[in-house]
């Protein structure tokens, strides 16, 4: 059973960065694709960005290319998603999630996290 755990979340304003991180235990993720998603009060879960099980493949959604970027390090069983020029909208519970396949699919696995909040003030 793998477990996530994320970390980094805060209030910032629009404009501002922040580092978001997740820490996979229970076993090694490498041969995994792990996620980002989202999701703001009264609106439906949404993929962020993704990436592949052996790091060499990304994809993000359009709203946030240019300004998310996500990266992982399978020898320490960690996927970091780096934010920046962060605006209101952004604001958000961001979840770690754990792929159930080496590529990337969006539509995630049944692993999650317990998320972390991000506030971006206006």
């Known amino acids: 059973q793998v477990q996530l755990v994320e970390s980094g979340g805060g209030l910032v304003q629009a404009g501002g960065s922040l580092r978001l991180s997740c820490a996979a235990s229970g076993r090694t993720v490498s041969g995994y694709a792990m996620y980002w998603f989202r999701q703001a009060p009264g609106k439906e879960r949404e993929f962020v960005a993704g990436?592949?099980?052996?790091?060499?493949?990304?994809r993000y959604r359009d709203s946030v290319k240019g300004r998310f970027s996500i990266s992982r390090d399978n020898a320490k069983n960690t996927v970091n998603l780096e934010m920046k020029n962060l605006k209101p909208e952004d604001t958000a519970v961001y979840y770690c999630n754990l792929g159930r396949t080496l590529g990337i699919t969006i539509s995630g696995g049944e692993t999650w996290g317990q998320g972390t909040q991000v506030t971006v003030s206006s």
């Open positions: 990436i592949s099980g052996g790091g060499d493949m990304v």
